[in-house]
């Protein structure tokens, strides 16, 4: 489990973003905060230690009396609407105060490696060919009805139930899901903007959590310059070989 810190933000799409050197790197935008420090978890109290943070200002009009309670006694003037909690190591929790607010250049920095969380695009009830990529029956003569079938589920007599875990069809996507070790490319703080490398889970306008790698791995986001292959024509490196008096 990752220990460094995180910020909630939400998907805004794809984009591109090029090198010196002209090569297009494929990234995604990510709004990031400004998110406020809502409340503290410490293993003596709770048994973990984590900060707890909240995201967009919610309407009164929509808050409950225990929600109101709660903001209140955190000491937080706007009610948020989406609380997530994010692991730290106790030593790490002095630095965030309840009702300090976090914004995108606070946390992150150029090249830092993250994990992104978020949920998945639903793809609704699909088959077994679609979620599991199972090949299906041949599409020839004599096939009936059982072109995009799963095939036999059961184990005759013994064990004489379905195992469970069993491949079939079902609701595809809308699930919470990781995607790891992804490079921070660009931060605007102005903006609260934040370029990563790579994909995102979800879609646009999706709710995702950005917070450093438990990896402690090292990745290139700009590439490196290729060197010039010399050529191998004979006549040309007779030439560059020759002395200054024979050019002459």
């Given at each position: 489990?990752?220990?460094?810190?995180?910020?909630?933000?939400?998907?805004?799409?794809?984009?591109?973003?090029?090198?010196?050197?002209?090569?297009?790197?494929?990234?995604?935008?990510?709004?990031?905060?400004?998110?406020?420090?809502?409340?503290?978890?410490?293993?003596?109290?709770?048994?973990?230690?984590?900060?707890?943070?909240?995201?967009?200002?919610?309407?009164?009009r929509?808050?409950?009396?225990?929600?109101?309670?709660?903001?209140?006694k955190?000491?937080?003037?706007?009610?948020?609407?989406?609380?997530?909690?994010?692991?730290?190591?106790?030593?790490?929790?002095?630095?965030?105060?309840?009702?300090?607010?976090?914004?995108?250049?606070?946390?992150?920095?150029?090249?830092?490696?993250?994990?992104?969380?978020?949920?998945?695009?639903?793809?609704?009830?699909?088959?077994?060919?679609?979620?599991?990529?199972?090949k299906?029956?041949?599409?020839?003569?004599?096939?009936?009805?059982f072109?995009?079938?799963?095939?036999?589920?059961?184990?005759?007599?013994?064990?004489?139930?379905?195992?469970?875990?069993?491949?079939?069809?079902?609701?595809?996507?809308?699930?919470?899901?990781?995607?790891?070790?992804?490079?921070?490319?660009?931060?605007l703080?102005?903006?609260?903007?934040?370029?990563?490398?790579?994909?995102?889970?979800?879609?646009?306008?999706?709710?995702?959590?950005?917070?450093?790698?438990?990896?402690?791995?090292?990745?290139?986001?700009?590439?490196?310059?290729?060197?010039?292959?010399?050529?191998?024509?004979?006549?040309?490196a007779?030439?560059?070989?020759?002395?200054?008096?024979?050019?002459?």
């Amino acid at each position: 489990m990752s220990l460094k810190m995180g910020l909630i933000g939400r998907k805004i799409g794809m984009t591109q973003v090029f090198h010196e050197d002209g090569s297009a790197l494929g990234c995604t935008a990510v709004s990031v905060g400004p998110c406020v420090v809502t409340g503290k978890r410490t293993v003596d109290k709770h048994g973990y230690s984590a900060v707890q943070l909240g995201f967009e200002e919610m309407p009164l009009r929509l808050m409950t009396r225990p929600q109101s309670g709660y903001y209140k006694k955190a000491g937080v003037e706007k009610p948020l609407r989406h609380l997530r909690e994010v692991r730290l190591d106790p030593k790490e929790l002095d630095k965030y105060e309840v009702g300090k607010t976090l914004r995108a250049s606070d946390i992150f920095k150029i090249g830092d490696v993250v994990d992104v969380v978020g949920t998945t695009k639903g793809k609704g009830y699909q088959g077994v060919m679609k979620k599991h990529r199972m090949k299906g029956d041949s599409a020839t003569h004599g096939t009936h009805e059982f072109f995009r079938h799963g095939g036999s589920i059961g184990c005759r007599l013994t064990p004489g139930r379905v195992h469970k875990g069993k491949r079939m069809s079902g609701l595809m996507g809308n699930v919470k899901n990781t995607s790891a070790d992804l490079v921070i490319v660009q931060v605007l703080g102005d903006k609260d903007l934040v370029l990563v490398k790579g994909a995102v889970p979800g879609g646009a306008n999706g709710l995702v959590l950005i917070k450093g790698s438990v990896k402690d791995v090292k990745k290139y986001v700009v590439p490196r310059q290729i060197k010039e292959v010399e050529s191998k024509n004979p006549m040309k490196a007779s030439k560059k070989g020759a002395p200054a008096a024979a050019k002459k």
